[in-house]
């Protein structure tokens, strides 16, 4: 909470700085670039940057090491959804609107950390899992404050590596994959699993990453990658 009063935000990750060398490194007027990732289901004591002896995890380590180790860094919830509602607005699940994994989108009146950081001066953008807001609500990405998003907007969508579309801010950006949506008789649209897996959805986050990082690198950015 004390963070996003300053520049953030609130939840359970590593947050790097910048990976480049200081040599390298920009004058944003004193405005660090942030990139956080945040993974589904991953314990702080699962890496070796907070004591794992082993699995080998030198490159998340590394992203700990040039960047930033939360040591006091909590989830806002138990699942999903609320989770990331506390991540995105600061509040715990007593001040927060949603406090279940129900379709609940962000009202216009919620305030998250890519609106605060926008009137900083940062640019925005989400890469990943969202589950905030369904499409054509307003909850989405690009109505409360992130200037590029790319992902699943629901969270069952996102139970499938292999989708047969993802999001593009507001529009559906259709893959080559195919889906079966009947799970044990029940349609599970827009989940589902996948018959015929061509674009690995992973894969994609990764390189719409590297281009946002690209394409901003000169000016004071926030990317949020809930892989």
């Not at 070796?48 to 860094?73: N, S, V, W």
């Not at 893959?175 to 674009?199: F, M, Q, S, W, Y």
């Not at 990453?209 to 901003?216: G, Q, T, V």
Request: glycine share 12%; net charge positive; charged share 25%.
């Amino acid at each position: 909470r004390e963070f996003i009063k300053t520049i953030g935000f609130s939840a359970a990750a590593i947050g790097a700085s910048s990976l480049l060398p200081a040599s390298a490194r920009v004058d944003r007027g004193g405005k660090p670039n942030i990139i956080f990732i945040l993974a589904d289901d991953l314990g702080y004591g699962d890496l070796g940057c907070y004591g794992q002896k082993t699995i080998k995890t030198p490159k998340i380590d590394r992203l700990a090491k040039e960047g930033m180790k939360f040591t006091d860094h909590y989830a806002g919830s138990t699942v999903c959804a609320p989770s990331r509602c506390c991540l995105m607005t600061g509040l715990h699940t007593g001040h927060a609107l949603i406090r279940s994994n129900g379709r609940v989108p962000l009202r216009p009146q919620d305030v998250t950390v890519a609106e605060l950081l926008k009137k900083r001066g940062y640019t925005t953008g989400i890469i990943g899992k969202w589950g905030l807001g369904e499409p054509g609500t307003t909850g989405i990405p690009n109505k409360q404050g992130f200037d590029y998003w790319f992902g699943y907007l629901n969270q069952r969508h996102a139970h499938n590596y292999y989708p047969e579309y993802l999001w593009k801010n507001e529009e559906k950006y259709e893959l080559g994959n195919e889906v079966n949506h009947i799970i044990g008789g029940r349609d599970r649209t827009p989940g589902g699993v996948a018959t015929k897996r061509v674009e690995y959805s992973h894969d994609l986050f990764a390189s719409e990453a590297l281009n946002f990082i690209e394409k901003n690198k000169d000016k004071p950015f926030f990317l949020y990658l809930p892989f």
